[in-house]
Every structure is written in structure tokens, then in C-alpha cells.
């Protein structure tokens, strides 16, 4: 199973994505995660990667793509992955695709998990009081907004993307954190 879980910051994709690898063994892929480790470890795509994600801007596609083209070629990702946090605009997208076919596959399905930007904001804004200058350095309420923002702006027309190509399937991401991993699970017929 290929699957992309796509929707704004503070939706629950990571939440969903780990639950999904619990229980089924497709591979949680977070380019967030991913380069948070960069940024610590102090590497040449770290460095590049820091200021970037503290804004809460995008990096440059060709770094986040040549960080996935390198990921899914690993050996522990055979039984599936979950993108989360990839791709985030079409042309990361498109990137995507053609890398897929290149391996002469596609992929399964992208869940879009929906939610109001009300209550997106009321839960970044929780995060950023929790997490004060604590864990991630873009978790402050004017990094948060940025995000979202650049989510309506860059990301967002990946509905539409997925949509044409008859592979989205839409949740309900404001019910309760169970209530979606059911809708998930039915959605993709699990
Ligand atoms: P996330 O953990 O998915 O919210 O990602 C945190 C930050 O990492 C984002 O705000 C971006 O700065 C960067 N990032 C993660 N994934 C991508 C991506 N696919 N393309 C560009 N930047 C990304």
C-alpha cells in the first residue's frame, strides 16, 4: 500500500500515519521527521533546511524529493509507506508520480483528512502554548500561521491534483481521533 495522508498543519496526519504503521507495517515517511533529524545531526541538507522550516516556509523541492527517491528505494519499506507531509506542492507531486513510474508503479490512494481552519487554528495555537520553547522550532504561533497559509496556497491544490487522477478519498478529520482511523480504514478498504 502507497498512500499519501494530506491535509493542513495540525490535522492529524502524523497521528493517523503512526497508528496506520502500527497496525499494518506500511512506513510511516515524514519529511518533516526527516528533516528535523538533518537539522540536528547537523548535516549539508540541515543546514540548507534550518532557517527555512523555522519561518515555516518550504524548503527547496529538490532537496525534500532527493530525500524521498532515496527512502522508498529501502529495503523496510516493501510491505508499503505512508507519505506524510509528502508532497506538499504539485510539482513535489509530479516529482512523485514520475519516480513511481520509473519503479513501474503508482500510487494507492491519498486520504485527504479535512478540517475547518477555525479549529486548525484553535489547536496550533494550543500547540504553541504547549511546546513553548520547547521541541520545534516551528511551533510558535507566527510560524503555525505561516504554515497554514503556505498549506491554502501550495498544498491545498493537491486535492484537485489527486482528484483528476481518481485517487483522493476525502475523512472527516474534526471527529475524534478513532472516529478517523475508521474512516481511513474504510476508505481504503481496510
Ligand atoms: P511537518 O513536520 O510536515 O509540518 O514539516 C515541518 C517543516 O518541514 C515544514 O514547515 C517545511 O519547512 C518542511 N517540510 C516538510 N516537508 C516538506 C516538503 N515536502 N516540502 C518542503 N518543505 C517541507
Known amino acids: 500500500m502507497k498512500?499519501?495522508?494530506?491535509?493542513?498543519?495540525?490535522?492529524?496526519?502524523?497521528?493517523?500515519?503512526?497508528?496506520?504503521?502500527?497496525?499494518?507495517?506500511?512506513?510511516?515517511?515524514?519529511?518533516?521527521?526527516?528533516?528535523?533529524?538533518?537539522?540536528?545531526?547537523?548535516?549539508?541538507?540541515?543546514?540548507?533546511?534550518?532557517?527555512?522550516?523555522?519561518?515555516?516556509?518550504?524548503?527547496?523541492?529538490?532537496?525534500?524529493?532527493?530525500?524521498?527517491?532515496?527512502?522508498?528505494?529501502?529495503?523496510?519499506?516493501?510491505?508499503?509507506?505512508?507519505?506524510?507531509?509528502?508532497?506538499?506542492?504539485?510539482?513535489?507531486?509530479?516529482?512523485?508520480?514520475?519516480m513511481l513510474k520509473g519503479k513501474g508503479t503508482e500510487l494507492d490512494a491519498v486520504v485527504e483528512l479535512k478540517v475547518d481552519d477555525s479549529i486548525l487554528l484553535a489547536r496550533i495555537e494550543g500547540r504553541a502554548a504547549e511546546t513553548a520553547g520547547g521541541a520545534r522550532a516551528d511551533d510558535n504561533a507566527e510560524a503555525l500561521a505561516k504554515r497554514l497559509t503556505v498549506y491554502h496556497e501550495q498544498?491545498?491544490?493537491?486535492?484537485?491534483?489527486?482528484?483528476g487522477k481518481g485517487k483522493l478519498k476525502t475523512v472527516d478529520g474534526m471527529k475524534d481521533m478513532d472516529e478517523v482511523t475508521r474512516q481511513i480504514e474504510a476508505a481504503l478498504g481496510l
Open 3 to 98: 498512500l499519501i495522508l494530506l491535509g493542513p498543519p495540525g490535522a492529524g496526519k502524523g497521528t493517523q500515519a503512526k497508528r496506520l504503521e502500527d497496525k499494518y507495517g506500511f512506513v510511516q515517511l515524514s519529511t518533516g521527521d526527516m528533516l528535523r533529524a538533518a537539522v540536528a545531526a547537523g548535516t549539508e541538507v540541515g543546514k540548507k533546511a534550518e532557517a527555512i522550516m523555522a519561518r515555516g516556509e518550504l524548503v527547496p523541492n529538490d532537496v525534500v524529493v532527493g530525500i524521498i527517491a532515496e527512502r522508498i528505494e529501502q529495503p523496510d519499506v516493501a510491505k508499503g509507506y505512508i507519505l506524510d507531509g509528502f508532497p506538499r506542492n504539485v510539482a513535489q507531486a509530479e516529482a512523485l508520480d514520475e
Open 155 to 163: 498544498t491545498a491544490p493537491l486535492i484537485a491534483y489527486y482528484k
